[in-house]
């Protein structure tokens, strides 16, 4: 019901965008976020967006990701600045309807130093 796209290898410095499309079967969202996994580590929050609300941001990710949705087109947005090599990760598009959270299936991002 949910999936992203962008993921791909660049180069610290450089820039990426997610995209993350919602399955039209999924109404009601309140929430649409991003998190990211690497192995041996939880999955952790990178931004959400809560419907009426300001957007809260990990600490690492202020200043250089920037959320965004569109719901008319059920899409939700992560803009990646000045990339590091720690940012690699899964990144995972998230989406909460009715108190129950859905997962897309991740999209790697790669940063080379």
């Known amino acids: 019901q949910l999936e992203e796209s962008g993921g791909g290898l660049v180069q610290a410095g450089a820039s990426l965008s997610l995209t993350c499309v919602v399955s039209?079967?999924?109404?009601?969202?309140?929430?649409m976020g991003w998190y990211r996994q690497v192995p041996g580590k939880q999955r952790e929050l990178v931004a959400e967006?809560?419907?009426?609300?300001?957007?809260t941001y990990a600490d690492f990710a202020k200043g250089r990701f920037t959320i965004s949705r569109d719901n008319a087109k059920y899409t939700t947005y992560l803009q990646m600045n000045n990339l590091r090599p720690d940012d690699t990760a899964v990144y995972y598009c998230s989406a909460v309807q009715a108190g129950l959270r859905y997962w897309g299936q991740g999209t790697q991002v790669t940063v080379s130093s």
């Open positions: 039209r079967s999924v109404f009601h969202i309140t929430h």
């Open positions: 967006s809560i419907t009426g609300t300001e957007p």
